[in-house]
Structures are given as C-alpha cells and as structure tokens.
C-alpha cells in the first residue's frame, strides 16, 4: 500500500480552512444584504445563499453532461438534496435547535415537496427530457418570483434607520453597504468553490491511496463534498446567530438543485437525461420522504430540535451503509436491511407520529388554555 501523500492531506487541510472562510464571506455578505435592502434574512437565505452554495453541484452536473456521462447528473441533484436535508440540516439542529418560520413550513417546504414529487413523476419514464427540464426551471422561477412578491409584505426591521454612531464617525452610504454585502458574497462563492474542491480531491487520492475502491469514494466523499459549501454556510450562520439563513439555505438549494441544476442541464441535452431505476426505486423516494419529514417536525413547534437532528443523521448514516453494502454485495446486506425495513424505520415512523400528535395536542391545550378576554358588564346589565 502506498504512503499517503502529503500533499493531500495539505490538500484537506487547506480545504477546509478556505471553505470556513468562504462560509464565513457569503454569511456577513448575505445578512448585511438583507439588512440594506429590506429583505428578510429567510428570503436571502432560500435565494441568493442557496444558489451560491449550488455552485459545486451545477459545476458536476454539468462537467458530467460535457464528459458524456449525464447518468450522473440526477444521482448529483438527488444525492446532494438528501444529504442537504438529513446530514446538513441534522448537524446545524444538533448545534443549535433551528426556529423555522412559518412561511417555511406554508410555502417553502410544500414547494420542495412538490418539485421533488415532480421530478419522481418526470422520471418514471427512464429519462429528463428538454420538455421535462423546462418544467422544473419554471417551478424553481416560479419559486424565487412568489419569494420575493411574498417578502414585501414580511417585516426585515428597518432598513432606512441607520445604527446611532458617535458623532465623528462618518455614516457609510446605504449603496456602499450593497456593494461590500455583494463583494462579500462573491468572495464567498469563489471560496467555497476552491475549497470544496481542493477537500474533495485530496481526500479521494487519501482514499485511493488506501485501497478504498472508487465506487465507494463516489458514494461518500464526492457526495458530501459537493454539499460542503451548504455544510459550512448552515453551520457558521447557526453560530452567527442567523438561523433563517441556515434552514431557508438547505430548502431553498434543495428548490435549486432539481430546478436549475438538473432542469437547466436538461435544456441542453437533446436525447435527455437518464435516470436509472435504482435511483426511481429508492434514491429519489428517500428525497422525497426527507423533504416530507420536514413538515411534521418544523409544523410541531416551528423548531427542528436537537433530537430530530441526530434522528436525520442517524438516517443518513444508515443510508450511505446501505449503498456501501448494496455496492459492494457485502453478506451483511440482508441482515441490515431486515433490520431496517422492519424494526428501525417502523419504530422511527412510529416515533415521529406520536411526537407530532403530542405536540399539536400540547399547542391546542395553550389555546384552549388562553383566558378568554372577561365580559365587560356596566350598571344596565345588572339586574
């Protein structure tokens, strides 16, 4: 076996540094965005942040439709969606419990949801075809429109009062803070690019170095690393304190990802894009059923709590084992899924549905529980 390059730990390392940076530009530049112009910090989040952080996955897909290889481009979107919702989402609620607005829960949530179901029902046909790509573009369009028309109405603090200042400091223009918030932005992108990049290539030569086949490094390390720039921004902007841009970034990508991502790419494909049945069978549903988990646990209580994100990490760790094993053919195969179709995933649902009735339950007895405004009797009304 080879000794591990150094390089390539330099490689990570590195990696990893610029990556936190980059988070730490596109967070500072999203939110003092918001702020300038008057836009809620979730509408940043699910727009400008989400497509920002969508760049690596836009980057593949389209590096593998030039390199004839556009079976990849779906397992890219699907993959990426899965770990935005059950790794990222679950890490940045283990960090600090996320208060999900309600607007999320009513709008957004619903419109993932659907355009994942969308895409399920595009691709029953084996393929994404030009028309089919036209479809989800106009759903994500159609999206980031309603996001913006939606927001006039929701308050963002106000925008035209400026901080009180000592007296000698001058007063930066309004303009000047969009230009550094869209500097900072950019900055970010480039960052998170390079640093996606340079993670991912030096921990795949480590793991080939290693003897790690390269089936399983597509399965882990390409998968994860192009959502490390979501992984990151959701992660800073928790510790920030800016938790709509950490959940409206995870939904709004996820909207991101099979809209433009996969429909965009689509457009320019004449003979479309396949779309295996394994992915059909399994990768796409599991997108869909992580996007509709979401809606119980953000309805109870607008708050994904610690447990529920170590409860989507836990599946997703039980997912990749599953792939590694599938992949690999591995005697364990059976067991696992034995275990996993008739003991975890019931008792997970099981779990989920007495939480969620508990909690809807406990929301109904505060109201019912309100003191009722009393009755306002004057001298007419004695008798």
């Not at 030096?202 to 790690?212: F, H, M, P, R, Y």
């Not at 965009?264 to 997108?287: E, H, K, S």
């Not at 007495?354 to 009755?375: D, Q």
């Amino acid at each position: 076996m080879p000794p591990v390059n150094a390089l390539d730990i330099g490689s990570v390392v590195l990696g990893l540094v610029v990556l936190i940076g980059g988070g730490e530009a596109l967070v500072r530049g999203a939110s003092g965005l918001a702020t300038r112009l008057g836009v809620p910090s979730l509408v940043i989040g699910l727009v400008i942040v989400s497509a920002s952080t969508s760049a690596p996955e836009l980057s593949v897909t389209i590096g593998a439709v030039l390199d004839n290889e556009p079976d990849l481009a779906v397992g890219n979107a699907v993959g990426s969606n899965i770990v935005n919702v059950l790794l990222i989402l679950g890490a940045s609620a283990l960090l600090l419990p996320l208060a999900v607005k309600r607007r999320l829960v009513r709008f957004d949530i619903p419109v993932m949801v659907g355009i994942s179901i969308l895409l399920l029902l595009l691709g029953f046909d084996g393929e994404i075809t030009q028309l089919d790509g036209g479809v989800l573009l106009l759903a994500a369009v159609g999206h980031i429109v309603l996001s913006f028309t939606v927001s006039r109405g929701e308050p963002n603090g106000p925008p035209a009062v400026e901080s009180p200042s000592p007296p000698n400091r001058k007063v930066r223009p309004r303009w000047q803070g969009v230009l550094i918030g869209a500097a900072l932005i950019a900055l970010g992108i480039a960052l998170l690019v390079l640093g996606a990049r340079l993670l991912v290539s030096g921990a795949t030569n480590i793991a080939s170095s290693l003897g790690v086949s390269s089936l399983i490094i597509g399965l882990t390390v390409v998968a994860i690393g192009t959502s490390l720039p979501e992984l990151a921004t959701s992660l800073i902007a928790v510790r920030r304190g800016e938790r709509d841009i950490a959940v409206g970034n995870i939904v709004g990508s996820n909207i991101f990802n099979l809209g433009f991502v996969l429909g965009l790419t689509a457009l320019f494909v004449p003979a479309g894009i396949p779309v295996a049945q394994p992915a059909i069978a399994l990768d796409i549903p599991l997108m869909i059923a992580a996007a509709v988990a979401l809606l119980p646990i953000a309805f109870t209580g607008f708050t994904i709590r610690r447990w529920e994100g170590a409860v989507f990490i836990a599946l997703y760790v039980a997912y990749t084992v599953y792939l590694v094993l599938a992949a690999t053919q591995h005697q364990a195969l059976q067991g696992f899924t034995i275990v996993m179709l008739y003991f975890t995933l019931p008792l997970l649902a099981v779990t989920l549905i007495a939480v969620t009735a508990y909690e809807i339950g406990v929301i109904r007895g505060r109201k019912h529980a309100a003191p009722a405004s009393p009755p306002n009797y004057d001298d007419t009304d004695a008798i």
